[in-house]
Every structure is written in C-alpha cells, then in structure tokens.
C-alpha cells in the first residue's frame, strides 16, 4: 500500500495507479490532505485531472477531506486547458509567444471557401452548403493529425504523395489534390491571416511546457491523474512530470495481474481497454511491476476483487481467451458468484422498455437518497430517460447538453428561417406559432384563439395561398357560416393575420442585399426578435438562459467570422445557419444532486452508489469506428495518424473501469430502432466467462443479485390484458336528449351505412380534420370545380365562347384551391370534356326556360311520433321551368350511386333532396319532376338522369313513389335512432360499404375498426 506520505521519495519515474472499484478522487483528496499536513504538498501544487467535471468534484472532496480546517487548494488543472489564454503557461513555468489562433468557427468558414475554389477548379459543385459540410471533415483530419504530431513542424503530410500505387493511383491523384487544402493551401491561408490553428497550439502549449518543467524542473509539486495518456504530446507530459523531484502520476485502472505474456501483445490490440497505459508506461520508461496501487477501505473487499478478475479476463487480448479453461478454474464458482455481487443484467425487449427499466433504478435510488449515474455514450437512451423522469417531475440535464438546433430557441430559429422562405405554407405557419417565442406584437389570449381560427377556417387542407395578402382576402371573404362551421372565430383570426402580415413586412424592410453568411446571420436573429416581441414590445427572453447564451454568442460569432464568406442567395444563407446550429451544443447550468446523465469520459474518476451502464449493444456500446472520409485504415498507419480502433480500447477501458464498482446495473435492448440488435461484445464475453466459471446460466444474468426486477416491476404496472374481441366493439347508447335532432342529406346516408359516424360527429361533437398543409386532393378538386359551375347561373342564354369562359373558370378556381402551374396543364387538359358536356346541356335546356339555382340552401321540419327534426340539404343545382316544376343535378367527380341504389334508399341523398325541396315552404314548386348526376372531371363525362329502376325485375319507381317512399323510411329511421335502446354500430352491414372502402378512415380508427372487422361481419344483428 502507497500514501502521499512517501510519495515523492526516492528517485523518479514515479507512477502509481488506483483501483477501478476505489472513489478515485476521495483517495487523492484524502491523501492530499494528508501531504499538506505533513508539508509534502502545498497550495502552489498543480494537479492535472482528465475533464472539469472531475476538477470540479476534486475540489469538492478536498473541502470535504479537510472538513473544518480552512484550506488553500492546490492548483486544479484540465489538460486540455493547457493553452496560454486560459491558465497563463508562463506562470506555469513555460513560455510560449504564438500568433492568436483563429476560431474553430472562422476555420470551418476558412476551410470552406478553400474547398469552394478547390471544387471551382475542378469543376465540381460550388454548393456552399456541401462546402461547408467538407470543410467540417477537414478540420476532423487537421485535429486528428495534430494528436499525434510533435514539434513545430506539425504533422508530416509529405508523406501523402506516395500513399497509393496501381489500380487506385488515378482515383487517388483527385483525392490527393483536394486533400492538398490542407497539406499547402491552409498554412498559407493562415499565415496571410496571422492566425495559427487552435488544436496546434494547444499540443505545441503541452509540449513546451514539458520540454520547460524537464529542463527547469519546478520546486512545487505536480500530479497528472485519472488520465490514460492517449495523446502523444500528454503522454510525454506524463513522463516528464513522473520524472521531477515533486512530480507523479496516477494512472486510472491498470492491471496489474495480467501474465506478462499477454501484456507484450497488447501492442497489437489497439482494441483493448489496457492497449493505452501499455503505450504510456513504455512512454514514461518503467516496467508494469513499478507501477504502485493506492488503496481506501475497499482494498479487501473481495467481491470487488473477483469483479475486477473476470472483467479482466473477460476484456483480455483474443489470443488470451484459449487460456479461460484454466483461469476460470482458478476463479471457480464462489468467486465467480462473489464477483456477479451487486452486478446485475437487464435485457429489455425495446428501447422503450429498456429507458422505463433505467429510469425506475434511478427514481429507487432517489427515494433512498442515494447517487446514481446513467452512463452511456448513446444521446437518445439519455433522452429517453430524461423523459421518463419528467413524468415523476425528476428534471435532470443532459451532461452532454443538447445540439442547439434541438434546444427551444433552436427550434424558434428553424421555425423563423421556415418562414421567411415560405410565410403561406400552412406547416410552417402553424410551427412558428405554435412556439412561445413567436408572439407577433399580441397578448397570450388572442394570440391562442387566432391561430386555432387560422388552422381550422383557413389552413387545413392543401395549401392555396401564393402570399400572406391572398390568405387575408380568403379569410375576410369567407362566410360566416364557413367560420361557424369550422368552429372557429373571426375576428380574432383576422387580427392575427394582419400582425403576421405587419411582422413580415418589417423583416422584409430590413432584409439586406444578401452577400455573405455573416449578414444573414444578424438578419435572422433581426427577424427574430421582430417575431417574438411581445404585446409591450420586449423580446429579450429570447436570449435568456442557457439556450439564449449559446444562441446569442452563435450568431454574434458568425456575423463576426462569416463577414466575408459569401452566399448566392438566402435560401443558401439560411440552409447554412441551420447546419452550423447542429454543430453547437447546449450546456446544462447545474445538474441534480443525486442524478447525472454522464458520457464514459466524464464519469471515469466520478463516485456514485450506482452506476447504469446502458446502451451495451454493437454499435452503440462500443460505437463503430467513424469513417474517415479521405483516408482508410492503412493511410492512417502510414501517415502516423491514431488508428481510429485506439478508440475502441478507450471505450473499453472505460467500460471496465465501471463495470468494476460496487453496484452496477448493465442494460440492452434486443430490438432497437425496430431492428434486431447485437449484444456488445464485451457483454457477450462477460456472460460466457461467467457461465463457464460458476455454472450459471447466461439468461439468468439479467436477475442474479439485482436489488429489484424492474422488469418485472414493469410487467405488473402495464400488464398484458387478454380481451374477448367483440367487447371492444363500440357500442354507445346516449341518452334521447344528446341524440340529434338536425341531419343534412349527406347525413342521413351515413346514418343508413355507418351510425357509428353520426354518433362521433353529431353526439360527441368531433369532426375529422383535414392534414395540415396537405396535397391536393380529390376534396380540393371537387371543390373548385362545383365553385366553377356556379357561373353556369349567370347565363340566361349560353355565350358563343361560353366554353373558353367555362374554361377561364375552372383555370380561376383550380388556382384559388391551391393548384400550381404544373398541375394546372394536366388537370385543364382533363376539364375539356366536362366544359364541353356543360356546354352542351345548357344549350339542350334553353328552350325549357330553366330558371337556374346553384348551391341552394334548403330546410325543413319532420315531425315523427318521438320529435321534431329538422332537415336540411345543399343542392349543388336546381333548374326549375316555367310550370314550377323543379329538378335536381348534383355534379360528381367521383362514383355515381345507381338507380338500383337510389331507389333502396340506401344512397338516399338526392331523394332527401328531394323531399326537402317539395316540403320547404318559402321556395314555392309545383313538385320535383326529375333528379340526377352529372358526372364530371374525367375524360368520358355524362349526365344521368333518375329512372327509378330496382333490382329483382321489379316495376320502377315514380318520383312520386320514390318522394313518398324516402318520407316514409325518413321518419322510421329518425324514430329509431331516437330511441335510447338504439346502439351506433360501426358499419353495420359490410355488404353495403361504399365501394373501395378501407379502415383508414378517421372514424374507423377511432372505432379501432380494423382490429375486430373481420368479426363484425354479423353485427346488424344486434
């Protein structure tokens, strides 16, 4: 056992390591606290840690080491803050004069316009966007070189003319060429700036400073802990420091018990966990066996020795595994029992199932007040879990953070850049105002009831408005009965749309002569601040908490670098920005006392009481290696570059590392994404050596030593409920006073073919909305041509040209619902035959003197032995002659009901219609002598008039009869329906379906029709 006591005793290199299972950061902290009592450590000592977080936590276990003793703290460094600005490295002892380094920015933009002149010149594309995207890869190669560079001279890319020969060498002259941005042109576009790239000077910071302390060593203490030495420049540090007269280093986890056999291949397996502190203690110059372990009170904890065993033995090198038989044996079945102590396995079905199981662990541990910590390198098992403790009001943060683009304001920006390109498309309408930035000048209240008008009058459906002015003039010329209809207000409506209008002319007053990405970006956070002030004209709560700091240095940095990067337009411009903005992260301010949602890296030397490893499937734990764009594997090796599977070792050490505590609870889920997943491959070892040494089978992992199922605990909070089919066949009953007591004629169909319809619509007072911004359809078609064939009315005597004016009309119309100039051609071509017909008809009725009706509006009252109910129709045409007699036309686009149908009732539209007509009083007729349909809209259209026909050979119908007959069936059925006995059946009679008819209708689903159809075949029996 080693303490701070001795620790710089004796001649260097000075390397110690602790433990995967101690508190790392207690133990330092403790033995610190010790040093400084005993005047081996002082407040001018420096120590080195791998992230914030764990200088964070370090300071904390100092004060809590030294409790009430008031303390000084050493110096708490990050390596990777080693840079001049940040920590003055003079004041270190290093001395360091660089050009200012340009920012990560400025370089992608740099970068970016190199590849723009580099595609110019080969002819290539000159999208600035794709640019942008190149550039980024770029600066992935220039930062990877510089890791493993040394010296001023950086990386040697001299090398990269002799990379290839033979079949690939003329492919390889293109790539060679384009990687010559930063092989020539970047060190030239840097020193024009004056500028030196950031990632150079923190490595040439590192190596100063190394060649500054061995020189001149310092009379102060140094400590490097917690870090693996992956980076060359760090490790060299980590050599020079464990060589000083008041240096060390404390490595984190190295096993020390692996045969020395086995350790000697580990220069050729880059994959595993021990692969780097291999690299770094032959860096430093000292041998395995000289490497000290620090100990706390869990050094004789022998459940956390055997963990660390056959984590060990698990993760050894591949050609290690053939002497498993042995080593389990050693081991044997009580260790392996000790070592599987507090370590438990849950395999999930799904991702879903999988984040309720974590999140059930972490609420457990809340309640006993105690630590835990999710760690997984996979963002969306994170989210997931977040969002399951949001439903226990159990708000923890990301780590991480969160892509900017996915934060509130993010998502403001999108909106905002949406809009300014298409302000009429109805999707990107209602997104916008459906943000709590976006106000357009007007109070919470108003704003509410106009965007609920706007979506429901105006917006559902397929789009139809080319501007925000033609949106105004629909919605001020709709009828009121339309707003009624839609159930939406008016007023409020109108007001909204005039501040949508008035807000969008003022960002188009500001829009500048857009040349370059830097002002479209201060015309963007311009406009958005237009958008989302408020009814007193403030809006700088947009820029308010973590969101709108990052939002707010974004911007102002991209107007700052991207003054000169230019853009062809503003749909470039934008596209650009809402790239940039996922590149851009989101930090948390604070995270939860007792909770964290941690990556590998950042909980590494962290302490809590459990510990969630989740995610351990291939592909997410261990991620697959990331594909170099530019150079494959061997090019890599070639060029000194890190083998991309170094970092596959890194995640495994990782893994190892906290799979070692105390109380670990590992995680998978056998279906992600709705394909199956694989198990880790460490996982897949883990399980395999355990059941070789203790005879345990690997299935019954997921429940050894787990100190609750949240499984099964899941199981029993959503059990599985085996439900005879037809007792989910709707079957509802309202009471007499809810049943309606209004239909139209379309109505009275539906009541004969689908009840269940009329109780959602009329009963329950639910109608099925259109999609929001929808394509044209058949609803959108249909309608601009009845709307056209209003003008028909206007014609007392049919015009010469009246087939140019018809046509005109349906040009006119088709454009007011929404068509474009490209559908407008096909859809006209097919209208021919339809104008022509119309053209026609009207010319055979003049001499009838019709005097013409369109979409008249009739009503009138049915008295039955239950109540009184009131009908009502819109005839698309009435034609009444000069004796008073009336017919009735209704234009179809679609499928026309037979005679047969008709005379059943059983399409008893035009018959209601009919009787309605005959039984209203104010519009005075004889009688209606005739009904029919026109069929119109495609290539072959007709008229058919009513001739009563019905099936079986029997005698046709009269008017009079079929008027009589729908009188009579009106008031049995309204009587029926009226009686609180009588069930709204889903579709009754499947035999009677209209014709192609499928389940997705929005009533179908609500009646989960699909799932019991095929059952339902005998349900008018009921």
């Given at each position: 056992m080693a303490d701070f006591g001795n620790i710089f005793d004796g001649f260097g290199p000075r390397v110690y390591s602790i433990e995967p299972y101690e508190n790392f950061l207690q133990i330092l902290a403790r033995d610190l606290s010790h040093a400084i009592l005993e005047n081996q450590f002082s407040s001018d000592a420096i120590i080195f840690l791998p992230t914030r977080r764990a200088a964070r936590q370090l300071a904390q276990e100092f004060l809590d080491a030294r409790k009430e003793i008031a303390t000084i703290l050493p110096r708490i460094r990050t390596l990777g803050d080693i840079d001049p600005e940040e920590i003055n490295l003079a004041g270190l002892g290093g001395y360091l004069e660089f050009e200012p380094h340009i920012s990560s920015q400025r370089k992608v933009f740099e970068l970016a316009k190199l590849v723009q002149k580099r595609n110019e010149i080969a002819d290539w594309s000159h999208d600035a966007n794709n640019a942008i995207n190149g550039a980024f890869a770029l600066a992935d190669l220039l930062d990877s070189a510089e890791l493993m560079a040394n010296g001023e001279s950086g990386p040697d890319w001299s090398k990269l003319d002799d990379l290839v020969e033979g079949e690939l060498a003329d492919h390889w002259k293109q790539s060679r060429e384009f990687l010559k941005i930063i092989t020539h042109y970047w060190p030239q576009r840097l020193n024009e700036l004056g500028l030196c790239d950031p990632a150079n000077k923190r490595r040439r910071a590192i190596e100063i400073l190394a060649k500054s302390w061995e020189e001149n060593p310092p009379d102060f203490p140094i400590i490097i802990a917690g870090s693996t030495g992956s980076v060359p420049a760090a490790r060299e540090l980590m050599r020079v420091v464990a060589g000083l007269p008041k240096g060390c280093v404390i490595l984190p986890g190295l096993d020390k018990k692996m045969p020395d056999s086995e350790w000697q291949k580990l220069k050729e397996e880059n994959g595993h966990p021990q692969r780097i502190l291999f690299d770094t203690i032959n860096h430093i110059g000292i041998d395995r066996k000289d490497v000290k372990n620090l100990y706390s009170q869990c050094a004789d904890n022998e459940n956390l020795i055997f963990r660390r065993r056959v984590l060990n033995l698990a993760l050894s090198p591949k050609e290690a595994t053939a002497s498993w038989i042995n080593e389990t044996d050693k081991i044997g079945k009580e260790g392996a029992k000790k070592a599987l102590h507090q370590l438990s396995l849950i395999e999930a079905q799904t991702e879903e199932e999988e984040a309720s199981a974590i999140a059930l662990h972490m609420r457990q541990m809340l309640e006993e007040d105690k630590s835990c910590a999710l760690i997984s390198p996979n963002q969306n098992i994170a989210q997931r879990v977040c969002e399951k403790l949001q439903k226990w009001d159990i708000n923890i943060d990301l780590s991480s953070g969160i892509p900017f683009n996915k934060s509130d304001l993010g998502i403001f920006v999108e909106a905002v850049c949406e809009f300014i390109l298409n302000p009429t498309d109805?999707?990107?309408?209602?997104?916008?105002?459906?943000?709590?930035?976006?106000?357009?000048?007007?109070?919470?209240?108003?704003?509410?009831?106009?965007?609920?008008?706007?979506?429901?009058?105006?917006?559902?459906?397929?789009?139809?408005?080319?501007?925000?002015?033609?949106?105004?003039?629909?919605?001020?010329?709709?009828?009121?009965?339309?707003?009624?209809?839609?159930?939406?207000?008016?007023?409020?409506?109108?007001?909204?749309?005039?501040?949508?209008?008035?807000?969008?002319?003022?960002?188009?007053?500001?829009?500048?002569?857009?040349?370059?990405?830097?002002?479209?970006?201060?015309?963007?956070?311009?406009?958005?601040?237009?958008?989302?002030?408020?009814?007193?004209?403030?809006?700088?709560?947009?820029?308010?908490?973590?969101?709108?700091?990052?939002?707010?240095?974004?911007?102002?940095?991209?107007?700052?670098?991207?003054?000169?990067?230019?853009?062809?337009?503003?749909?470039?411009?934008?596209?650009?920005?809402?790239?940039?903005?996922?590149?851009?992260?989101?930090?948390?301010?604070?995270?939860?006392?007792?909770?964290?949602?941690?990556?590998?890296?950042?909980?590494?030397?962290?302490?809590?009481?459990?510990?969630?490893?989740?995610?351990?499937?291939?592909?997410?734990?261990?991620?697959?290696?990331?594909?170099?764009?530019?150079?494959?594997?061997?090019?890599?090796?070639?060029?000194?570059?890190?083998?991309?599977?170094?970092?596959?070792?890194?995640?495994?050490?990782?893994?190892?590392?906290?799979?070692?505590?105390?109380?670990?609870?590992?995680?998978?889920?056998?279906?992600?994404?709705?394909?199956?997943?694989?198990?880790?491959?460490?996982?897949?070892?883990?399980?395999?050596?355990?059941?070789?040494?203790?005879?345990?089978?690997?299935?019954?992992?997921?429940?050894?030593?787990?100190?609750?199922?949240?499984?099964?605990?899941?199981?029993?909070?959503?059990?599985?409920?085996?439900?005879?089919?037809?007792?989910?066949?709707?079957?509802?009953?309202?009471?007499?006073?809810?049943?309606?007591?209004?239909?139209?004629?379309?109505?009275?169909?539906?009541?004969?073919?689908?009840?269940?319809?009329?109780y959602v619509n009329k009963v329950l007072g639910l109608m099925p909305l259109d999609p929001l911004g929808g394509e044209i359809s058949a609803k959108e078609r249909g309608s601009a041509i009845h709307k056209a064939l209003e003008i028909i009315k206007d014609w007392e005597k049919v015009p010469d040209n009246a087939f140019e004016i018809l046509m005109g009309e349906f040009k006119t119309q088709l454009l007011a619902f929404g068509y474009d100039e490209n559908m407008l051609g096909i859809e006209l071509e097919r209208l021919k035959p339809s104008a022509q017909l119309m053209v026609d008809f009207q010319k055979s009725r003049e001499d009838s003197q019709f005097k013409i009706h369109v979409e008249q509006y009739l009503e009138t009252q049915l008295e039955t032995k239950s109540a009184i109910f009131n009908l009502k129709a819109t005839a698309d045409r009435i034609d009444i002659d000069k004796n008073g007699n009336a017919q009735i036309w209704d234009y179809k686009t679609g499928s026309i009901a037979t005679d047969a149908q008709i005379s059943s009732l059983l399409s008893p539209q035009l018959p209601v219609t009919a009787w309605i007509l005959e039984n209203q009083e104010p519009f005075e007729i004889k009688k209606v002598s005739a009904f029919g349909h026109i069929k119109i809209g495609n290539k072959n259209p007709y008229e058919q008039k009513y001739e009563g026909k019905q099936k079986d050979k029997k005698p046709p119908l009269s008017m009079n009869e079929i008027i009589e007959k729908t009188d009579n069936n009106l008031k049995n059925l309204l009587d029926k329906f009226n009686q609180e006995d009588q069930i709204y059946l889903s579709k009754p009679r499947v035999e009677f379906l209209y014709p192609n008819q499928t389940w997705e209708d929005l009533t179908d689903r609500l009646a989960r029709r699909i799932e019991w159809a095929d059952a339902a075949n005998g349900g008018d029996n009921e």
């Open positions: 109805p999707k990107t309408i209602m997104a916008l105002l459906a943000h709590p930035f976006a106000k357009f000048g007007m109070n919470f209240v108003d704003k509410k009831h106009g965007m609920i008008g706007l979506e429901l009058a105006l917006l559902r459906g397929a789009a139809r408005d080319k501007s925000l002015l033609a949106l105004q003039n629909r919605a001020q010329n709709l009828r009121d009965k339309d707003w009624q209809y839609r159930r939406a207000g008016k007023e409020k409506t109108l007001k909204l749309i005039g501040a949508i209008i008035k807000k969008f002319d003022e960002i188009n007053s500001i829009t500048p002569p857009i040349k370059t990405i830097g002002e479209i970006a201060k015309f963007i956070s311009t406009a958005m601040e237009i958008i989302s002030c408020d009814e007193n004209q403030k809006y700088e709560y947009i820029w308010g908490k973590e969101a709108g700091k990052t939002g707010s240095s974004f911007f102002g940095q991209i107007i700052i670098d991207g003054q000169d990067f230019e853009v062809k337009n503003l749909n470039e411009g934008l596209k650009i920005i809402k790239n940039l903005m996922g590149k851009n992260v989101v930090r948390p301010i604070g995270t939860h006392p007792n909770l964290a949602i941690l990556g590998p890296l950042e909980a590494r030397l962290l302490h809590f009481d459990k510990y969630i490893l989740a995610g351990l499937d291939e592909g997410i734990w261990p991620q697959a290696a990331p594909i170099d764009p530019f150079l494959s594997r061997p090019m890599r090796e070639t060029l000194g570059l890190q083998s991309k599977d170094l970092r596959l070792g890194l995640a495994a050490h990782d893994f190892s590392q906290l799979a070692a505590k105390e109380n670990v609870v590992l995680t998978r889920a056998a279906r992600r994404a709705g394909a199956p997943s694989v198990p880790s491959r460490w996982l897949w070892r883990l399980k395999t050596l355990i059941a070789g040494a203790s005879g345990i089978d690997a299935q019954e992992l997921t429940i050894h030593n787990c100190d609750f199922d949240a499984l099964e605990i899941l199981k029993k909070t959503t059990p599985e409920i085996d439900v005879d089919i037809n007792s989910i066949i709707p079957k509802p009953k309202p009471p007499e006073f809810s049943r309606p007591k209004t239909y139209s004629a379309t109505q009275i169909e539906a009541l004969i073919r689908d009840p269940y319809k009329i």
